[in-house]
C-alpha cells in the first residue's frame, strides 16, 4: 500500500485491494451516471433468495428475534447443518464442530487467525480466490501458490503440491469448485490430496453448483480437515451474509473465543433463514444449477466466438476463466477498457494471481439474455478497436 505513513498498522501493507470489487464500485458509479451496464464481474446469483427462507428471515424479526445467539450460532440451524453433512457426504459432524458466522469471509478470517503463525506456509491451487493471499499474509503467514495446468482442467495435482512443502508449511486450502476456474476435484485427487498429510483447509461454498458427479467433501477423506461453507452461493443468500465452518473435534474452543470477542453472533433472523433454507434442500438449488448449466454452455459457445480461449469446460461453480492473450497482457487495464467503452463489467485475471495476467473471469450468474447483450456488445467494440 504506497504512501503508508507510521500511522498505520504494517501488516496492513500485505493487503491488496480485491480488484473484482474495484471493478464493479466503478461499474455502479457508471450506473448511477445513467450508463447500461452489465455485471459478469462479481460472484453473486442473480437470483432472489428462495422465498421461504426469506420469509423466515422477515417473520424472525417480525416475531422480535433480533438479539444475540449462542456464540457458536443456534442450535437448531447448526443441527441442520451437521444433517447435511450426513445426508450429503455420509460423515458425522457434531453440531458443537460447527460454528455460524457472518460468511464464509468471517471463517476464513478466524481459521486463519487460529492457526497461523508469522512464517507459516500455506498452499493452494492458483488461479486462485483473491483475498485468501491477503487473509493469510495479514497474519504474517506465506501464501505459496501451486500452479494447475488449463489442459488439464485447471485441477490440483497432488504431485506438484507434495514438491512444495517444507518444514513452515501448516495447511493445504483446497477450493472445489474453484473460483475463478470451476474446476471440480475428482474424488481420486481429493483421497490423494488428504494423503500428504498436511492438515486440510476445505472451502466448499460452490458445493451444490456442480454440473457432472457431485463434489466431495474433504471430511470424506479428511475427518480433521476443517471445512467452510455457507449460504452465499447455494442459496442466493449473499446479503444475508451468513457462513460457517466445521473444526475438527476438540478444536472449536478457540475459534470460539475469536468470534465471542469479534462478532458475539450471526444476526439471528439470517440464522432462521438458513434454518428454512436447508429445509428446502435441492429443491431450492436445483433449478438454478439448471439455469447456471445452460448458461455455463452459452458463455463458452460466446467466449469461444469472441476469440477467447477457454481450454477446458468449466465443471463447476458460476465462472468461467478464460485467456484474452489475443487482446492483452494488462487483463486490469483491459477489464476497466471494456467496462468503459461497452458498460460490460467482467473480473480481470490478475485477481486471481500471476497466471491471470491475460485472463477474464467472466460470472454466468447473469440472464441468458444479459450474456447474450454482453457477447455482442463486446464483439462490435473488439472489432472495431484495432
Ligand atoms: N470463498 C470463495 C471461493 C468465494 O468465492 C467467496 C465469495 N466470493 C467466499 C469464500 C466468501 O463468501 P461469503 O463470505 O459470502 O460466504
Redesign the pocket.
Known sequence: MAGLSGRWAERLGAMQPFLVMEVLERAQALQRAGRSVIHLEV?EPDFPTPTMAAEAGSAAIAAGDTHYTHSLGLLELREAISHRYESHYGVAVDPDRILVTC???LA?LYLFGALLNPGDEVLAATPH?PCYPNFIRFFGGTFVPVPTDPMDGYRLDPAEVRRRVTPRTRALLL?SPS?PTGAVLTRDRMAALADIGVPILS?E??HDLVYGEPAASALEFSPDAWVLD?F?KRFAM?GW?L?YLVAPAGCMRPLQILQQNFLISAAPFAQRAGVAALALGDSAVAPLREAYDARRRLTVKLLHELGFGVPAMPEGAFYVFADASRYTGDSLAFAFELLEATGVAIAPGIDFGDAGRCAIRVSYAASEENLREAASRIGEYLRNRG
Open positions: 460472484g460468511g464464509s469471509s476464513l480466490y477450493n473460483n472451502d461454498i460452490y455457507g452465499s449473499t451474509r457462513g
